[in-house]
């Protein structure tokens, strides 16, 4: 009976405790006694109402990391310096500026025997290379003899100006002359403008591409003289070595837009090796090819072994 009548009264008793413990956990704290009056002495706030000590934040000292060094058998290596990479060139320098530059080749072939034979090649070029402009001036001979008969008189000449716009890229006007008897090529003059510009100039390769045109007027034995417009393609490549060796080769296709059996195909191959100062061995291979010439041969071949002179 005696429990039943306190059951109650211990439960509300224990909610009440409880409730308290809370409401002191979240209690705001109290707001600081006002300052004492003259004469009075501060109030002294009971141990349970005093604010806790403020804790002074724990900072740590910050060190910086240990630099790894990887040895393998070299001095050990304690600082990073960035290496700025190189500024991309849009297009290098292909040509120098040289100034003049001369070359002079002869070659003599003579057979005796069952065919008397004999034939001459002698050529000059003269280049100047400036910074803005470009000149070069060739000339080739060739005259052959088989058993007493003439059996080749070649004339060739070339003026060639250059305008550069930048390093690799140019603006070039050319004049050449072809005379070549007997095949009744009394003359040829060829006048071309055009457009050239440097594909390769690597590791001492050097290739330029060029595109024009213009005309060409042409005079053979038996016919009329007659003008024709032509268009122009061609290849120029150089190959150096240290030792001073070059090989050159050009590459040309005019083709005549009034008669295309007139147009022409040359291949002109130089190989120059130095052999004491300014004396060279020459071997040079000149390939001309024309369509369908009127009473006369389409392929004309012409190999040299000789001796050049540069300066």
């Not at 002698?122 to 003899?145: C, I, N, P, Q």
């Amino acid at each position: 009976m005696l429990r039943r009548l306190l059951a109650p009264t211990l439960s509300m008793l224990v909610v009440f405790v409880v409730a308290r413990a809370a409401r002191a956990d979240l209690a705001v704290p109290p707001p600081p006694p006002p300052p004492p009056l003259p004469g009075q002495a501060a109030p002294v706030l009971p141990q349970s109402l005093q604010a806790a000590p403020t804790l002074e934040p724990l900072v740590l000292p910050v060190t910086e990391p240990a630099p790894v060094v990887l040895v393998r058998g070299e001095p050990l290596v304690t600082e990073v310096v960035p290496v700025a990479a190189p500024a991309a060139t849009p297009c290098e320098p292909c040509t120098t500026p040289t100034g003049w530059k001369h070359k002079v080749g002869f070659t003599l072939n003579v057979a005796d025997g069952n065919d008397e034979y004999w034939n001459v090649n002698a050529e000059g070029t003269s280049r100047y290379e400036g910074e803005e402009f470009a000149l070069e001036v060739a000339a080739r001979f060739v005259y052959a003899e088989q058993d007493g008969d003439r059996s080749a008189e070649t004339w060739y000449g070339k003026l060639r100006g250059e305008r550069k716009l930048d390093s690799c890229r140019y603006l070039f006007g050319q004049l050449t002359y072809d005379r070549d008897q007997p095949a009744g090529l009394d003359t040829r003059l060829t006048a071309l403008v055009g457009y050239g510009m440097t594909l390769i100039d690597s590791g001492g390769h050097l290739l330029k591409g060029e595109i024009g045109g213009g005309g060409t007027f042409e005079q053979r034995e038996g016919r009329d003289e007659r003008f024709d417009p032509s268009a122009y393609a061609g290849l120029d490549y150089e190959r150096c070595w240290g030792d001073g060796s070059k090989l050159t080769a050009a590459l040309d296709f005019v083709p005549n837009l009034g008669d295309f059996d007139l147009s022409v195909v040359r291949l002109d191959v130089d190989y120059v090796r130095p052999i004491s100062g300014c004396l060279s061995l020459n071997v040079g291979l000149l390939l001309e090819y024309v369509v369908d010439p009127p009473d006369a041969e389409s392929l004309d071949i012409l190999l040299g072994v000789g001796l050049a002179i540069t300066w």
